[in-house]
Structures are given as C-alpha cells and as structure tokens.
C-alpha cells in the first residue's frame, strides 16, 4: 500500500527501495565470465560488493566501476557495475609491438 504514516514516515515500495543499491559484480577471464547481481544496503561500497559477491578472488588486482579504476571506499550507486581486474600479464605496449613485427 502506498501512501504515508500518521507520523509522515513513506510506506511505498520506492522508499523501502531507496534504503538498498542494486549493483552487478562481474569477474572475467580469457574466455568465460561470471557476474552476480546483488542487492546492498544504501550507502555499500565496492569492498562491501567484492565481499558478498562469492565469486574467486585469487589473482584480483583491483576494481572499477564502469570500467574506471574505484577504490574500495568508494559508494556504490543504484545500477552500477563492479569489475574485478586481474594484474596484467604483459605490457600492453609489448603486446602491439609482437603484433605489427613481420
């Protein structure tokens, strides 16, 4: 039921749903990836996610948001995406050069 309280407290859905984010964690590897959907309380942080999220954390080297490098005290929002990183395994530089050589 929607409305509010004698002492003027929201009763609808969309407040009980603004005390809670939901957020994706993502893990990926050359050639799968796992991500898990999780419903956290407002104001989690990506190291919250990263500790609910059950997925493999051997060779995690960091996290992102949405591709962009987050630290972990940073405060999730409804909707955003946590990736797990691994540590790269070859300079990306590298990695072009042994490409272009003939």
């Known amino acids: 039921?929607?409305?509010t309280r004698p002492d003027g407290e929201a009763t609808d859905a969309a407040a009980v749903d603004a005390a809670v984010v939901g957020v994706e964690v993502v893990r990926a590897w050359p050639r799968r990836h796992e991500a898990v959907r999780l419903r956290l309380p407002a104001g989690a942080?990506?190291?919250d996610a990263v500790r609910a999220c059950g997925l493999p954390l051997d060779g995690v080297a960091g996290?992102?948001?949405f591709g962009?490098?987050?630290a972990?005290?940073?405060t999730l929002r409804d909707g955003d995406r946590v990736e797990l990183?691994?540590?790269l395994r070859?300079?990306?530089k590298d990695a072009r050069r042994r490409r272009a050589r003939p």
């Open 1 to 3: 039921m929607n409305g």
């Open 85 to 87: 990183l691994e540590a």
């Open 63 to 65: 996290q992102a948001v």
């Open 72 to 74: 972990a005290t940073r």
């Open 90 to 92: 070859i300079d990306p």
């Open 45 to 47: 942080t990506v190291a």
């Open 68 to 70: 962009e490098l987050a």
